[in-house]
């Protein structure tokens, strides 16, 4: 396995689209984390998924945004009804279940609103 | 809720030399993991180094080592025999008993041949 993997890279969209981004975890990781990283600031927690369970969301995760993980494997993030505070980088990583792992990250997907 | 802060936003060191990279972080948990992770240009973001809160020993990995000063709250980066490839924005984070990452906002790194 090759690492974490994200699809898009980029993503432009305009304000009031809906956008969709997935997140493949290195395949044996039971947990799969969801991140949003703004220029000059550190990487800040959405939510995150052990197995298939989504186990806690951030305040910062509004109403239009949605995650899945279906049958534990890959998970999906949903912005719906974008807005230009939503530009940023979406990062995805995923550890191994049960403690305290390493999380390994993915490439990001950044994703600008316009 | 846990806080970690870096308060050198940008740090500089020419190549071969030893340059160390401050974090400090407030949590009332007792047992807890603190890690460096390292993020260059453009590219994904990659673990350094990490401490386990319970262990007196300072981490080391390579030429890559930490001072954990568990009292004080303290976690420093130290990177000995700098190179051009070490130049990136580094990032300090917490862990502890909720699973998630807690980062503090990055020091970028430049290293000069």
């Known amino acids: 396995d090759t690492g974490v993997s994200q699809d898009p890279r980029h993503k432009i969209t305009k304000r009031g689209q809906n956008v969709t981004f997935r997140c493949d975890p290195i395949s044996e990781h039971n947990r799969l984390y969801w991140y949003r990283q703004t220029l000059g600031q550190g990487p800040e927690f959405l939510t995150y998924?052990?197995?298939?369970?989504?186990?806690?969301k951030s305040r910062l995760l509004s109403d239009r945004f949605s995650a899945e993980r279906p049958k534990g494997s890959f998970s999906t993030l949903e912005i719906q009804r974008t807005e230009q505070g939503d530009s940023a980088m979406y990062l995805c990583a995923s550890s191994l279940g049960q403690g305290v792992y390493e999380q390994y990250f993915g490439p990001g997907t950044r994703l600008t609103v316009t | 809720a846990q806080t970690v802060t870096q308060s050198q936003p940008e740090m500089s060191v020419q190549e071969a030399e030893t340059v160390t990279l401050s974090c400090t972080y407030d949590?009332?948990?007792?047992?807890?993991?603190l890690f460096w992770y390292k993020q260059p240009p453009s590219r994904q973001m990659i673990l350094v180094i990490r401490?386990?809160?319970?262990?007196?020993q300072n981490a080391t990995e390579n030429r890559f080592s930490v001072n954990f000063q568990k009292a004080a709250k303290s976690f420093s980066l130290k990177i000995s025999d700098s190179q051009l490839g070490d130049a990136a924005m580094y990032f300090c984070a917490y862990e502890g008993s909720n699973y998630k990452l807690t980062f503090g906002k990055g020091t970028l790194l430049t290293v000069n041949p």
């Open positions: 401490q386990e809160a319970y262990k007196q």
């Open positions: 949590t009332s948990e007792s047992d807890y993991y």
């Open positions: 998924f052990q197995n298939e369970a989504q186990l806690e």
